[in-house]
């Protein structure tokens, strides 16, 4: 069975980059019936807090990226130690003593000979006796696994077929002077014992999976398919981590107002070869998914689009789908002005201001030169129950008795009754105002 895994470190806020592989792992799971298994990658435990993991899940909940498993990498010590014992066993993980200035000293030589800086192996060639007078110093040792030195191969299921050369790169250190660890290690064991049959994750990693894909050997695993796709870029083509404080879940969600999926409709579709548009449920994105579709160029994230989705979603959501949260802002005035007001919605907090019309109080805007036009509108209102053609009737006998036509007869009404240069239809507005308000408003009174 299809088995994916979202794994983000809880040191941070989710962004935009992260939430686009979290996206692409729950779709692939969901399509082919499999699991999605959210793993919280904490072995840093310094900087990882119960604040950033609660928002994670938060984050994800909002989404609609519902996890099947879960489980912490905290928890897990005693099988990331018992694998490195093992590795150490068969002479794959190796102590080394460099300080960061002798590593980067090295790279700096190596360069300058026109050599890429790859590590030497140099303690390899300690002996016993060296790695004991360089632990007499003070010095603590840090472990990095032996690369074999061969080509390694796999048909990635975005970029079609990579090779890596492992010979061309640095033994990866698995584990630090202090003993804690770096994400490889643990990665991979979980990977295992999880039973991922498949990892998509960004282009990034590219490089990482060669020296990977001998870790899961060397422990006696069977390495998971790659998918790895292009990275998110800014609109303009720019990278966009300078930017990524804005652009956590937490405050397009809280500060900008968007709607979940407005985000996953922007970032389920760009960079590929499918248009962007809008969809109102995650389960509508499957139809078209498949990572195939994905393209090898940088993906734009552009914020206006963003914008232009979250719209068009609002335009389409029906009353009982968002009452609850316009109650939460003392914006539920009820279906019909909710069916009035969201043609003109950017983001759902808007509908406050434009309920508002509705309910009033507002301030009629009369210009001197339109005020006995105003008065005779009061006049010419129709009798009865104002309805949606009332709008119309009102209009039209005033074009006639006035010869106002366009701008100069409409603009003043709207004025006076909504305060506004612009806003929802007239016509569905009217009998919502109701004709004491109408009246009220149209001699000039907050109402």
């Not at 800086?117 to 060639?125: E, H, N």
Request: glycine letters at 10%; hydrophobic letters at 40%; proline letters at 5%.
């Amino acid at each position: 069975m299809t088995k994916v895994r979202f794994a983000p470190s809880p040191t941070g806020k989710l962004h935009v980059g992260n939430v686009r592989t979290a996206l692409f792992n729950y779709l692939f799971a969901r399509k082919a019936g499999g699991t999605f298994v959210l793993r919280i990658d904490d072995t840093d435990l310094e900087r990882s807090t119960q604040e950033y993991e609660d928002g994670i899940r938060t984050d994800l909940t909002w989404l609609g990226m519902t996890w099947d498993e879960t489980f912490k990498q905290s928890e897990r010590f005693d099988r990331y130690n018992a694998a490195a014992e093992d590795l150490k066993a068969k002479g794959l993980l190796y102590a080394c003593y460099e300080t960061g200035e002798e590593l980067d000293r090295k790279r700096r030589l190596q360069m300058a000979n026109g050599r890429p800086p790859v590590y030497d192996r140099a303690a390899l060639k300690l002996t016993d006796a060296e790695k004991a007078a360089l632990e007499a110093e003070g010095r603590k040792p840090h472990w990095r696994f032996k690369l074999s030195g061969n080509p390694v191969s796999w048909t990635d299921l975005v970029r079609g077929d990579v090779t890596i050369e492992t010979s061309s790169l640095s033994d990866p250190i698995l584990i630090r002077e202090d003993g804690s660890y770096l994400y490889t290690l643990p990665s991979v064991c979980d990977d295992i014992d999880a039973e991922i049959t498949h990892i998509i994750r960004g282009e990034d990693h590219t490089t990482n999976s060669g020296a990977q894909i001998e870790i899961f050997e060397a422990l006696g695993g069977k390495a998971p398919s790659f998918g790895h796709q292009a990275l998110l870029v800014g609109a303009d083509g720019g990278k966009l981590s300078k930017r990524l404080g804005s652009l956590s879940m937490q405050d397009l969600r809280e500060e900008e107002g968007f709607e979940a999926m407005a985000v996953n409709s922007l970032l389920g579709r760009i960079g590929t070869s499918d248009p962007v548009e809008p969809f109102m449920a995650l389960e509508d994105l499957l139809d078209g998914f498949s990572l195939d579709r994905l393209t090898r160029s940088p993906a734009r994230f552009d914020p206006e689009e963003l914008a232009r989705l979250n719209a068009k979603i609002l335009h389409e959501t029906g009353y009982a789908v968002v009452q609850e949260r316009l109650a939460d802002m003392g914006a539920d005035a009820g279906e019909a002005v909710w069916a009035a007001v969201r043609p003109n919605l950017e983001r759902l907090r808007d509908a406050k201001d434009w309920a508002a019309l509705v309910n009033g109080p507002v301030t009629p805007v009369i210009e001197g030169e339109d005020a006995d036009f105003i008065a005779a509108a009061a006049d010419a209102l129709p009798a009865g129950e104002l309805t949606e053609a009332s709008w119309g009737e009102w209009t039209g006998a005033l074009k006639e008795a006035t010869g106002r036509k366009g701008k100069g007869l409409f603009m003043p009404l709207r004025h006076a009754l909504t305060g506004q240069p612009r806003g929802p239809e007239m016509a569905v507005l009217l009998p919502l105002i109701g004709r004491d308000k109408v009246l009220a408003r149209l001699k000039g009174e907050a109402a």
